[in-house]
């Protein structure tokens, strides 16, 4: 059965960093790429970056690069993402996901997702 579970979320104030982490379980190898994504009430859900198997390779949405780095301990099952600067723009449900493709960040191209974790950014 697979399995993605989000932690690290919760409450930070502008200009603090979070880490959020992403067990996942019963992946098989085709699933070599995992996602994180975000959804902010009255908007849709977009892609904030993507790493390959091993962490050989990442791609993030253009406007988190710089402040949000994601990588990979597949000795842990478990990818992170380092968020930093946060804004109360930030603020939204954040997901893991994982895909059979390559290294997309098209929400529609990933058929397994956590429950996702709450962040919410605000003084």
């Known amino acids: 059965q697979v399995q993605l579970e989000e932690s690290g979320g919760g409450l930070v104030q502008p200009g603090g960093s979070l880490r959020l982490s992403c067990a996942a379980s019963?992946?098989?190898?085709?699933?070599?790429?995992i996602g994180w994504f975000r959804q902010a009430p009255g908007k849709e859900r977009e892609g904030v970056a993507c790493?390959?198997?091993?962490?050989?390779?990442?791609y993030y949405a253009s406007s988190m690069k710089g402040r949000f780095t994601i990588s990979r301990d597949d000795a842990k099952n478990t990818v992170y993402l380092q968020m930093n600067s946060l804004s109360p723009e930030d603020t939204a449900v954040y997901y893991c996901?994982?895909?059979?493709?390559?290294?997309?960040?098209?929400?529609?191209?990933?058929?397994?997702w956590g429950q996702g974790t709450q962040v919410t950014v605000s003084s």
């Open positions: 790493v390959s198997s091993s962490g050989g390779s990442t």
């Open positions: 019963g992946l098989s190898s085709d699933y070599y790429v």
């Open positions: 996901a994982a895909t059979r493709y390559g290294l997309t960040l098209g929400a529609w191209e990933y058929d397994r």
